[in-house]
């Protein structure tokens, strides 16, 4: 069973920045398609972002787009989420996920999960 373990979230202020981090617990990752959701209060989760295995391909939600840059490093099975420029609409938890398929918009088409991490945006 691959666990993920988000780090790096926390509370700063509009047009600050935060990098999340995403450890996987097996190797295999190394292969899988991974990605960023958020969910805020009384929300549906959302996509943010996805990086292909080879991070040769990375897909955005237009809301993020030119702020957010997602990354991975699959020799320490860890992918990043950059966040910059952050306004108060991006206070959410944010959920690291990976899949064994290509990258997908809903929740629903992904594998595997991790807890979470909140960040804040204070305006």
């Known amino acids: 069973q691959v666990q993920l373990v988000e780090s790096g979230g926390g509370l700063v202020q509009t047009g600050g920045s935060l990098r999340l981090s995403c450890a996987a617990s097996?190797?295999?990752?190394?292969?899988?398609?991974m990605g960023w959701f958020r969910q805020a209060p009384g929300k549906e989760r959302e996509f943010v972002a996805a990086i292909s295995w080879s991070s040769t391909n990375t897909h955005y939600a237009d809301s993020v787009k030119g702020r957010f840059a997602i990354s991975r490093d699959n020799a320490k099975n860890t992918v990043y989420l950059q966040m910059n420029s952050l306004k108060p609409e991006d206070t959410a938890v944010y959920y690291c996920t990976a899949s064994t398929s290509l990258y997908s918009y809903s929740a629903y088409d992904w594998a595997y999960w991790g807890q979470g991490t909140q960040v804040t945006v204070s305006s």
């Open positions: 097996e190797r295999t990752v190394s292969t899988y398609t």
